[in-house]
């Protein structure tokens, strides 16, 4: 092995060790309520890829993989990116995600501050990738905050089965969480089948309920990717404006002084709202306050660090 080949090999295992780290933290992210995923995905720089990876399972994929061509397929569909990322996410659910449900069941205000402060300064981080600002960007940013705000403080729906919304459903539940500021969770609140889907469906494995949901996520993850990619292609500034948008008006979530407002599902609590208060100037605040600056911080510097590779 020549010293070339040795570096470039040593380069792609450190790029595999860095997606890694990336999916646990887009994986640790999902375990807490009203933080997306698809928001770390973007503050870490890989939601971009994430959404062309997603969209080259196509047909082309398919031929590619059923006619023995597994390097082109490898190639085609950026799978050990997926495969890194994708261990990292589930190596977050089975570590990190533990330590935070700890945290989040016993210090919930030290863990929402230090998630408030990293995405809070990520907003201007994303903001800048905007090249050109222009009237359409700022109503883009505009609308993508305004409905960001809608499903933080919006009324839940009625429940319904009917077999079209059920689709509908798993297609909008499952879009969003890969939408930066978007909780899959809170909107299934918000369409009103929560409990159909997520409690009665699943624990009594009605595939009536189900089927639909998982055809609807499925078809609309795919197709939702596709639509995502080629937008951001076309009209990135806008994108990443209303995506900007998305996480700015997803902040009352993450406000770290609030209180539950606990809705009950049969037997399962699940949070559908909040209700909001100022923080006392204590020794808590204090605290809270330097957490914030934390998770500030490590935005901050991760940013230098990559300014300067």
Known sequence: MNIKTKTTNNFKMNQYIANFFKGMGVGSANVIPGVSGGTIALITGIFERLIDALKSFNLTAIKLFFTGKFKEFIKHTDLWFLVSVG????????????????????????????????????????????????????????????????????????????????????????????L???????????????????????????????????????????????????????????????????????????????????????SEAKVTGYEYYLPEFNMEFAIAFVIILIGAGIIILTEKMAKNK
Request: with cysteine.
């Open 87 to 178: 261990c990292g996410v589930l190596a977050a659910i089975l570590t990190v995600a533990r330590l935070f449900e700890y945290l989040f069941a016993n210090y919930p205000i030290y863990l929402w501050s230090f998630f408030f402060g990293m995405i809070l300064v990520s907003i201007y981080y994303v903001g800048i990738t905007i090249e050109k600002f222009n009237l359409k960007v700022v109503v883009s940013f505009i609308i993508g905050t305004a409905i960001a705000l809608f499903i933080a403080f919006g009324t839940p729906a009625k429940e319904n089965s009917n077999f079209i919304y059920l689709i509908i459903c798993g297609a909008v539940a499952t879009c969003s969480m890969i």
């Open 180 to 266: 930066p500021g978007l909780s899959g969770s809170f909107v299934l609140v918000l369409m009103g089948n929560y409990q159909l889907i997520m409690i009665e469906a699943v624990n009594d494995l009605n595939l009536k309920i189900l089927l639909p949901v998982v055809l609807g996520g499925v078809v609309g993850l795919l197709a939702f990717s596709h639509l995502l990619s080629w937008i951001f292609k076309k009209y990135r500034d806008i994108t990443i404006a209303v995506l900007t948008g998305f996480i700015l008006g997803s902040m009352p979530i993450i406000w770290p002084w609030k209180n539950d407002v606990i809705t009950y599902f049969g």
